[in-house]
């Protein structure tokens, strides 16, 4: 039977031509990487929802809903071949400063340029960031097609 795809949601902070990035830490997945405020959905919950929820648990800011827009939407397999749907939203402004509010699970937060990510960047966000920066509103990675 097919597995059924996560669906994970990201959020780009964009502030004078950079992006905040969340370096992992303690996940057992891609420790000391780089990546966007993300996570999964919980049950009963919308992307809207699931992409507030992160923003303030991981960053503490305050996100409303009428100041996200959804950018790019990613149909990918993850290295262990697992299925997932990446929804990336844009927050047009927010409350408060990106600080980090997980410690257990992230290093710290930092800012970098948007167009020149550093090489240890999660690819996947790397592609998320990139399609959003080109104004490609879908893509899919990762899938192998038969001819």
Partial sequence: MPQQ???DVMLILERDGTVCLAERRGTG????KLNLP???LDEDEDVFDAVIREAREETGIVVEREALRVVHVMHFRNPEGQPRVGWFFVARHWEGEPRN???HKCAGL???PIGQLP???VPY??????HYLKGEPFSVHGWE???
Avoid at 29 to 32: E, N, R, S, T, V
Avoid at 125 to 130: D, F, Q, T, V, Y
């Fill in 145 to 147: 097609r038969s001819v």
């Fill in 5 to 7: 795809p996560v669906n």
């Fill in 29 to 32: 997945y891609a420790d000391g």
């Fill in 125 to 130: 966000n790397a592609l998320g960031i990139a």
């Fill in 110 to 112: 930092s800012w970098h």
């Fill in 119 to 121: 090489d240890h960047t």
């Fill in 101 to 103: 509010m997980e410690e």
């Fill in 38 to 40: 993300s996570g999964k």
